[in-house]
């Protein structure tokens, strides 16, 4: 599927990115949170550019580990820790790979949901990255187990995440700053579920 210099490419994409929808990602963070989730990225993502031309000679699982503790040191708010971990976890999965195949890449995003999991003590249903990437990880097995194709997982999986920003409208927050809202939480996207899409469709454009 990808090898060191297209995961490089990626990454590029995903902080161009990043950095491009930061007032969007802001404005969704004003709403039920402290408005500071685009900048945050933002701010990340440009170390993260800052440091991908040293990481090129790196194989995926370091090159990951790298973004990953760029993030954790460079992002504050809960994002920073949250995404960081997802990447320095994801990073594992890949140790010593120079080339990663669409299986790989599954067992990659497990390892990132998980290690949001872990470190944010959370799961599936309260409003977070995570309603967005569980069923982004899960539509791109079921897709890849029927097709075989890894273009069409990629595409299944950033549909799946897009329709899990449109679901953390309908539930109200329980973790996060969000969570302070309560049922005022109702009605809005939530900004992770929302970086997280804009990530993999990245990744799904690229790849
Ligand atoms: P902060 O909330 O500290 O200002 P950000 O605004 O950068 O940090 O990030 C907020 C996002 O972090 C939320 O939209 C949500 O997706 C995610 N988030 C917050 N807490 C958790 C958690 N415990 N588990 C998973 N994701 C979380
Ligand atoms: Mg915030």
Known sequence: ???QQKVIAILKGIAARVI????????LDNVIGDGDHGINLARGFS?????????ADKDIG??????GMTLV????GASGPLYGTALIQAGKAAAGKCEISMPDFIA????????????GKSTAGEKTMLD??????????????????????LAAAAAAAREGVEYTKT?????????????????????GAASFTLMLETIAELA
Do not use: W
């Open 20 to 27: 491009e929808e930061q007032r969007f990602l802001t404005e």
């Open 171 to 191: 539930i109200i927050a329980t973790k996060g700053r969000a969570s302070y809202l309560g049922e005022r939480s109702l009605g809005h996207s939530d900004p």
């Open 73 to 76: 040191s460079t992002v504050g």
């Open 47 to 55: 170390e993260v550019d800052k440091k991908l031309p040293s990481m």
């Open 62 to 67: 370091a090159i990951l580990k790298t973004t």
């Open 108 to 119: 990659i995003m497990e390892a990132a949901v998980q290690g949001v999991m872990t470190r």
């Open 1 to 3: 599927m990808t090898n």
């Open 132 to 153: 967005a990437m569980i069923p982004a990880k899960e539509a791109m097995e079921k897709e890849y187990a029927a097709s075989g194709d890894a273009k069409t997982a």
